[in-house]
């Protein structure tokens, strides 16, 4: 309709369960448009239904993000329509020993968790600049901090858990590279949340308290209306990373020099 406002258009990934859904299911509320992908047709079709329902336009990607050919697909969504948000959700865990995890699974997970992300944010974020506005929201985890973790119940994560902290550290970097562009980055770090994810595992989580993944989207979406990069919804004490940041700068502003540190010694002595 001639001079109606115009919704703001979101592409959330892996739309068709757990939090992905929760991301569009709460952007309609808000009253923004969707494009959903993910690669179960019968889900997506039937959240686009109740998107639909709920008075938001919803558009649907059945693709494979795994795939050259859905990467592509997904990309041309970024790149060709004025999106004011790119939740990148879609992800897979294949949590397994590195020494056995099959050549086809590793390929999955630095394709889906890494390639798939870098690539559909440099899709969209052009745009964005040039628009002024916008937003890249990328669903990491809490094991993307879990390196020199030593804590019980960790599954077996090498490359799941060094996808997420590559995208933690990437958000950060883009984030610096876009202040004052108008356009907005999130990295949101689950922790346990009520999904699928972890069942397709084929582990079971039924009897470990979980936080509901709409608690987690309300979470994040809150920090990205305040402008939180590192979003940690269910961390009470936001200086407990502060203090992570805090030690990384004193880290680098010690070890950035031309001299080996004095505890090696002198050459020769």
């Known amino acids: ?24 299911r709460a952007l309609a509320a808000r009253g923004w448009d969707l494009v959903i992908g993910g690669r179960r047709v019968e889900r997506l079709d039937a959240l686009a239904r109740e998107l639909t329902g709920a008075g938001a336009r919803a558009e649907t990607v059945v693709a494979d993000l795994a795939t050259a050919e859905g990467l592509a697909a997904h990309e041309a969504i970024c790149r060709d329509r004025p999106l004011d948000l ?19 699974k590793l390929d999955e997970l630095l394709q889906v968790n890494t390639v798939a992300v870098v690539k559909l944010a440099r899709a969209a974020v052009e745009g964005m600049v040039t628009r002024g506005r916008g937003a890249i929201l990328n669903v990491a985890s809490q094991l993307a901090f879990s390196g020199a973790a030593k804590l ?19 958000s950060q970097l883009l984030a610096a590279e876009l202040e004052g562009t108008g356009v907005k980055v999130q990295v949101v770090c689950p922790g346990v949340v009520v999904s699928e994810f972890h069942s397709r595992q084929g582990i079971d989580m039924s009897g470990r308290p979980r936080l509901p993944a709409e608690e987690l989207v309300r979470g994040s979406l809150a920090d990205l209306d305040a402008g939180v990069l590192v979003s940690l919804p269910t961390l009470e004490d936001p200086a407990v990373f502060d203090e992570i940041a805090a030690a990384q700068g004193k880290l680098l502003g010690q070890s950035l020099k031309p001299t080996l540190a004095s505890r090696y010694g002198r050459e020769g002595s």
């Open 1 to 24: 309709m001639s001079g109606a406002q115009q919704r703001p258009l979101a592409f959330v990934t892996g739309a068709s369960s757990g939090i992905g859904l929760c991301y569009a």
């Open 152 to 170: 019980p119940a960790l599954p077996a994560r090498v490359i799941y858990a060094s996808t997420k902290a590559f995208l933690v550290a990437f």
């Open 86 to 104: 790119l939740v990148n959700n879609a992800a897979v865990a294949h949590y397994m020993p590195f020494a056995k995890l099959p050549a086809d």
